[in-house]
């Protein structure tokens, strides 16, 4: 069985997205910055970068994430709404989205089916875990998501993807979580961020 894995571009003041997310801005106000050197991977001295998103993602069997992570909306689904990412989103595999809504699955192209599950994140895990098989399940974002599998114990690996700026505000990954306990494994620098991997104590 593979692990439960979470990695998040995360600033120097602990902030994962930006304030006043909207439609336009889905990951808030100045939250650019956390994301800009993804797109900077194919320049020359980055190669680490590319390396580290690559790795992350190739042993991954199913998604989780939620539902900010994927909609906009709340309440009951829109369903002409199918995602942030087009027709063809990029995870490849089963995504399983926390909801309180129930909506049929979602087949998208390029191997994607969205699952909207509202029994909670260990139904979802399970479910995951069922269709990943021998592969990894990563939990997709946002913070939040992330925040209620750390409380709950079942995070086995987190990578912090930690970028020189400071929001002042927005969403911390960390608000409201005490008594966590990581071991790091690994540090990748590159010159606009630092990858940061951590195993949890529950893989210490």
């Known amino acids: 069985m593979g692990i439960v894995t979470a990695n998040l571009a ?63 909306g709340r309440g009951a689904w829109d369903e002409s709404w199918t995602g942030w990412w087009g027709p063809e989103p990029p995870y490849h595999a089963p995504v399983f989205v926390l909801t309180h809504h129930e909506r049929a699955p979602l087949e998208m192209e390029g191997g994607t089916t969205f699952h909207f599950v509202t029994e909670g994140i260990e139904s979802a895990l399970e479910r995951a875990r069922k269709a990943a098989g021998e592969k990894d399940v990563e939990i997709a974002g946002g913070a939040s998501a992330v925040r209620q599998y750390l409380a709950a114990g079942l995070l086995d690996e987190l990578v912090l993807h930690l970028v020189p700026a400071v929001l002042g505000a927005g969403e911390r990954l960390f608000d409201d979580l005490a008594d966590l306990a990581f071991t790091p494994t690994e540090v990748i620098t590159s010159p606009t961020v630092t990858h940061l991997r951590y195993r949890t104590a529950r893989q210490a």
């Open 10 to 72: 995360i600033s120097l003041d602990g902030f994962t997205a930006g304030p006043h997310q909207s439609l336009e801005q889905p990951f808030g106000t100045g939250a650019e910055a956390l994301t800009a050197w993804m797109f900077e991977k194919e320049q020359p001295g980055r190669e680490r970068d590319a390396q580290i998103l690559t790795d992350l993602h190739e042993n991954t069997g199913a998604h989780i994430m939620g539902r900010n992570m994927f909609s906009p």
